[in-house]
């Protein structure tokens, strides 16, 4: 079973930035879309952005310009490159596999204004 493990989430002023990981059990990120997903308290679960096998991106309209999603094949792990952060960026940030529908923990990222 494939295992997901997010980190470096945590606290950060408005404006500032945070780079978030996904590390991935075994040789897999190449082969799958990944993708990351936020929920705000009180909300649903929401697409952020996805990455295809081949290596195209999606984002949400309300991340794009600001965060970056990519992947290292080698470290089989993949990245949000977060810039710009709004309060309303505030949220549990989970990546996930939706091939194997294979989900992380989450890592929590909080924006003070």
């Known amino acids: 079973q494939v295992q997901l493990v997010e980190s470096g989430g945590g606290l950060v002023q408005a404006g500032g930035s945070l780079r978030l990981s996904c590390a991935a059990s075994g040789s897999i990120v190449s082969r799958y879309g990944m993708s990351w997903h936020r929920q705000a308290p009180g909300k649903q679960r929401e697409l952020v952005a996805i990455?295809?096998?081949?290596?195209?991106?999606i984002y949400a309209d309300s991340v794009k310009g600001r965060f970056t999603i990519s992947r290292d094949d080698y470290k089989n792990t993949l990245y949000l490159q977060m810039s710009s952060l709004k309060s309303e960026d505030t949220a549990v940030y989970y990546c996930r596999i939706g091939a194997l529908n294979s989900w992380g923990q989450g890592t929590q990222v909080t924006v003070s204004s």
């Open positions: 990455i295809t096998s081949s290596g195209g991106t």
